[in-house]
């Protein structure tokens, strides 16, 4: 798919991915969905050079899929309504996952509007090492209540209706994540209550 290797060139030209770290997934009308394959820069991807799922994370045609394959097939697992997954080691975003005063239930605060609207409630979700199975199992136990997660020591995890959505909403997690390093230290004023929750309506 031409969308899902562009976004990827873009996240990784930017410097939101490094090496061959990250990985994309788009769920197809057909059923099934298609993901990154293992070991590829996101700058180096191909369209005809992605991995074939089945509904259930089967690897079943094309190059051998990321070994984080799990992660998306718990974010489609929990939520119907996810149409792609994106998930990036983004530099500022793993600085955050790796504060030790950071609220789990709720990592960053409501610094914008365009991050409560497009991210909410970020949950942080426990350290396990890659490839870890139990990861996958973790993430599918709050992805039903959160469309972006954040796995410490690790990176975000954000399921969108469409390859878009989720793009954006991963790009505004690590915009927002750096705003919050650049304010440490500093007093803040975040959006109250009251304005963001006119902003979920």
């Known amino acids: 798919m031409k969308s899902l290797c562009r976004i990827g060139h873009s996240l990784h030209s930017r410097g939101l991915t490094f090496g061959s770290s990250g990985n ?19 700058g180096d991807l191909d369209p005809s050079q ?11 045609d094309g190059p051998k899929p990321t070994k984080e394959t799990f992660l ?10 996810a149409g792609a997954v994106v998930h990036l080691h983004s530099t500022h975003s793993v600085a955050v996952s790796v504060l030790e005063d950071i609220d789990p239930a709720d990592v960053l605060p ?5 991050y409560v609207m497009k991210v909410g409630a970020l949950r942080l979700i426990p350290y396990f090492p890659p490839g870890d199975p139990a990861l996958g199992e973790a993430v599918a136990g709050f992805a039903d209540k ?15 209706a469409d390859l878009r959505s989720a793009q954006y909403a991963a790009e505004e997690l690590e915009e ?10 500093h007093k803040i004023r975040p959006l109250t209550a009251s304005q963001a929750a006119a902003l979920k309506q």
């Open 110 to 114: 409501a610094i914008t509007a365009y």
């Open 146 to 160: 959160h469309h972006a997660l954040l796995l410490a020591n690790h990176g975000p995890v954000v399921a969108g």
């Open 24 to 42: 994309i997934s788009v769920r197809l009308p057909e059923g099934g969905w298609i993901v990154t394959p293992t070991n590829v820069a996101m």
């Open 176 to 185: 927002t994540a750096k705003l919050f390093l650049l304010l440490q230290g």
């Open 50 to 60: 992605l991995s074939l799922l089945d509904d259930d994370g089967k690897w079943i």
């Open 72 to 81: 998306h097939a718990a974010m489609y697992g929990a939520r119907r309504d």
